[in-house]
């Protein structure tokens, strides 16, 4: 599709670099692209402030736009394209409707809304808003679109296969149960190689004050 002299907003989550690479695609298709961080508090202290206090994230993150980046309500744009909108307030996207009457806001969720019910509460400030998971398309009516890959994916895998199954995850939801189950089902014979990450704080936070020693089996890498 070409996007060729529209301006577009994007305003997506710093996420393993994903939001660069958004936009750059956009970017690659002829558009003018102003980018700003969803979520721009990015320690693991205001990740769980964030979760814990919406409300209150969103009114940071509102005296943040307005301080760093007040050409945002100002700037006319033909596209506002959110990923996630955890920290996004119907105050900041009220003002940029007012702003771009006409301009088309779309908001695409990577994230099941049972991990993120606030997302839902702006889902009328949308034209569209897709989602990774086929559940909530059906239970909230979103359209479904598939998690995507960047093209470093595509190329040939030209590394010998050591294993059967390959399991990499950061410690998150239901992860660790998921990976449990596997290891139940797997085949006798077959090689697994299970590779977990998790931050210092959760770790100590779910497992350790939880006395689960089962987790120890598991190759978990911590970060700080």
């Known amino acids: 599709m070409s996007l060729e002299n529209k301006r577009i907003l994007l305003i997506a989550a710093k996420f393993f670099g994903y939001e660069k690479d ?3 695609e956009i970017l690659s298709r002829g558009a003018r692209v102003d980018a700003v961080l969803d979520r721009p508090f990015n320690s693991a202290f205001m990740k769980a402030f964030t ?3 919406p409300s209150a994230t969103q009114l940071l993150v509102y005296v943040y736009y307005q301080l ?6 100002k700037q006319n744009y033909d596209h506002v394209f959110v990923v996630e909108g955890i920290t996004l307030s119907r105050k900041v996207l009220g003002r940029l409707k007012k702003n771009n009457p006409t301009c088309k806001f779309t908001l695409y ?13 702006n889902k009328d400030c949308y034209h569209e808003v897709f989602t ?14 598939p998690l995507f890959f960047t093209k470093e994916f595509e190329r040939k895998n030209t590394v010998p296969i050591t294993y059967d199954l390959n399991f ?15 290891l139940k ?12 990450q998790s931050s ?15 987790v120890e089996k598991f190759q978990i890498n911590l970060y700080y």
């Open 68 to 73: 760093f980046f007040p050409n945002m309500f």
């Open 200 to 214: 210092k704080a959760i770790y100590n936070n779910f497992y350790l004050l939880n006395n689960d020693k089962s």
């Open 51 to 53: 979760k814990a206090f």
């Open 168 to 182: 990499v995850a950061t410690v998150h939801s239901d992860r660790f149960d998921v990976l449990s189950k596997i």
């Open 22 to 24: 958004i936009q750059n």
């Open 185 to 196: 089902e797997v085949n006798e014979g077959k090689i697994l190689k299970e590779e977990l």
């Open 109 to 121: 969720v990577w994230d099941s809304i049972k991990n993120r019910p606030h997302i839902y509460d």
């Open 132 to 145: 990774f998971d086929p559940r909530d398309s059906k239970r909230f009516g979103f359209k479904f679109r």
